[in-house]
Nanobody, 123 residues
Framework: QLQLVESGGGLVQPGGFLRLSCAAS????????IGWFRQAPGKEREGVLC?????????NYADSVKGRFTISRDYDKNTVSLQMNSLRPEDTAVYYC???????????????WGQGTQVTVSS
């Protein structure tokens, strides 16, 4: 059974950092594009970053996170991480990871989704 599980969310002050992890089971993350999306209350789910399969590069879909968020893949742990620095209140959302054939900011391009992890940025 293919499964994705996110972890690492929580409450952080503005300017702080968090590292989200997306752990895969039942498949190898290296063979899929893994995207991070987020959904704030009352808003559409939006693409944040995606890392392509088989050593491909990453794609940024949210201008607001440029220079602050990075995505990486750990082959040994079969995980994909989202490092989030200089967090802002507007980054508050439920963050999801998803697996698909290619990177896309279209949520319907992804076949498998995790359950999400809450990130709250507040003083």
């Amino acid at each position: 059974q293919l499964q994705l599980v996110e972890s690492g969310g929580g409450l952080v002050q503005p300017g702080g950092f968090l590292r989200l992890s997306c752990a895969a089971s039942g498949f190898t993350v290296n063979y899929y594009a893994i995207g991070w999306f987020r959904q704030a209350p009352g808003k559409e789910r939006e693409g944040v970053l995606c890392i392509s399969s088989s050593g491909g590069g990453s794609t940024n879909y949210a201008d607001s996170v440029k220079g602050r968020f990075t995505i990486s893949r750990d082959y040994d742990k079969n995980t994909v991480s989202l490092q989030m620095n200089s967090l802002r209140p507007e980054d508050t959302a439920v963050y999801y990871c998803a697996a698909g054939r290619v990177c896309s900011d279209n949520r319907y391009a992804y076949d498998y989704w995790g359950q999400g992890t809450q990130v709250t940025v507040s003083s």
